[in-house]
């Protein structure tokens, strides 16, 4: 694919569309002017009730993962954007399939996974994720930053997979900064195309994707890299797996 964009001269673009939340933005530029002080700590959960529908969402040689990487690199994608990180250590992780360990081999794919990580800020991060999860609502999704001076939440509404609240937390006071209505869904298509011949030339291209997880010293890239960005959207992170990290128990 990245290939074929090369030869068609055409800007390739990955739909991490939670970037465009109002709440995030909202909360993007908060953490640019330190209200939250230095941020330690973060969680995230995304769990989809439902699951997939697709039959190749399952099996590894077509969808090369599970929840995992189809949930959970939304939201770890948007706390590397959001602090700033540049790289991170997979310190711990568990990966599951109906309730038991999951094979390094043969087809199946996670359905429950949980990371802890540590980025290089020095901020540690609990990341959970699951499909067929009874989770008494259609899905649950938040992320949490903890700061020295405060914290900060995305969560989702009743269950919705499209409206968001976020909220300032100091204490035990919690202020909404952001709610629904919020017509976030086509921001991201609108925002790649907002880029422009001139700035597409100069956008470098990934050369390579990273090898299948387990084995990998693979990147997380931004949805492009943007030399003109002078903020943290245009910087690569990279994702290290610490060997003897997965846990099997």
Sequence with gaps: MIGAARAADRLLGVDLSYRHLAG?????????????????????????????????FTQRSRSGGGCLIDLGTHLLDLVLWLTGATDAEVRASVLLRDGRPLEDHGEAVEDFAMTQLRLDTGAEVRLTCSWFLPAGRDCVIELILYGTDGAAAIRNVEG?????????????????????????GGRAIADWASVSPARRRSIPVLAAMPPPPGSWTGSIDPPYEDPDDHGHGGRRSHLRHRAGARSRS
């Excluded at 330190?34 to 439902?50: P, S, V």
Aim: cysteine-free; aromatic content about 16%; charged content about 25%.
């Design 24 to 56: 995030v933005t909202a909360l993007r530029r908060m953490l640019d002017a330190q209200d939250l002080g230095r941020i330690y700590a973060a969680d995230l959960t995304f769990h989809n009730a439902y699951g997939p529908d697709k039959p190749w």
């Design 160 to 184: 919705s997979f499209y409206d968001f609240r976020a909220e300032h937390w100091r204490g035990t006071q919690s202020v909404v900064i952001s709610e629904p209505p919020d017509e976030w």
